[in-house]
C-alpha cells in the first residue's frame, strides 16, 4: 500500500486549504494535549506564507494530499543559536494524514528531506518540537536525532527542543 503512494514538490495548483485542514487533523492530538503549535489552528493564509518560506514536499496517493513536510536550506533556517548556524538546514510542518500513520509514511517524509538537505550542502538538518511532546522527541531520536538546545518561540505556549542530525558526508 505504502508503494502506492509518492512524494512530490508542492504545486501552485495544490489547495492550501486543504492542506490546512490535513494539518489540523494531524495535530489535533497535539492541541488535545494542550501544545499550541502552529499547525494546530494556523489559516490557509500562514500556510501559504509558511510553504513559501521553504520547499514544500507532499505525499500523494490516488491524486489526494496525504502527508506533507516543509525543508528549508541553510540559508532559509534561524531564530535559534543553532538554527543561526551556516550548515544547519531545518524541516517543519510536517503531517501525515492520521488514519495513514505508522505505516512508515513519516519515516520516508523525513527521508526525503534530508537527502534534500545533504545535496543543497548543509551539514546538519535540525527539527524542533514541543519538550511534552515525548513521543515525538523519542521518534525522532529513533530516527538519529539528538538533543542540541532548548527554544522558546514567541507563538508557542510550550518550551521547545530543537534536535538534529548530521547528514551528508559531514
Ligand atoms: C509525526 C508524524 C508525521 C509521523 O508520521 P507517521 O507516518 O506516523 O510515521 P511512521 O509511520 O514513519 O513512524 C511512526 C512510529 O510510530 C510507531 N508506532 C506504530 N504504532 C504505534 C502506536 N500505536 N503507538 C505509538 N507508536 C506507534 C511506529 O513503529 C513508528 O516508529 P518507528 O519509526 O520507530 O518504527 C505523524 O504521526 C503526525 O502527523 N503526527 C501529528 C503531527 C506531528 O506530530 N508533527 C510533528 C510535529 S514536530
Redesign the pocket.
Known amino acids: 500500500m505504502m508503494g502506492d503512494i509518492s512524494i512530490r514538490p508542492w504545486l501552485e495548483t495544490d489547495s492550501a486549504v486543504e492542506l490546512t485542514e490535513l494539518l489540523h487533523r494531524?495535530?489535533a492530538?497535539?492541541a488535545a494535549m494542550n501544545l499550541r503549535?502552529w499547525?494546530t489552528h494556523q489559516s490557509a493564509e500562514i500556510t501559504e506564507q509558511r510553504i513559501a518560506s521553504g520547499e514544500c514536499f507532499v505525499a500523494v496517493a490516488d491524486g489526494v494530499i496525504c502527508?506533507t513536510i516543509l525543508f528549508r536550506d541553510a540559508s532559509r533556517t534561524s531564530g535559534s543559536p543553532w538554527y543561526d548556524r551556516p550548515n544547519v538546514a531545518s524541516f517543519?510542518q510536517?503531517?501525515?494524514e492520521?488514519g495513514?500513520?505508522?505505516?512508515?509514511?513519516?519515516?520516508?517524509?523525513v527521508a526525503h528531506v534530508e537527502a534534500r538537505a545533504a545535496a543543497s550542502g548543509a551539514r546538519e538538518l535540525a527539527?524542533?518540537?514541543?519538550e511534552p511532546?515525548v513521543?515525538?522527541v523519542d521518534?525522532y531520536t529513533?530516527?538519529g536525532y539528538r538533543f542540541i538546545e532548548y527554544a522558546q518561540w514567541q507563538h508557542t505556549n510550550y518550551r521547545s527542543v530543537v534536535l538534529s542530525k548530521a547528514v551528508g558526508d559531514a
Open positions: 494531524a495535530y492530538r497535539l503549535f499547525a502527508g517543519g510536517f503531517a501525515v492520521p495513514l500513520q505508522s505505516n512508515g509514511l513519516g519515516r520516508r517524509l527539527l524542533d518540537t514541543a511532546a513521543h515525538l521518534w529513533r530516527l
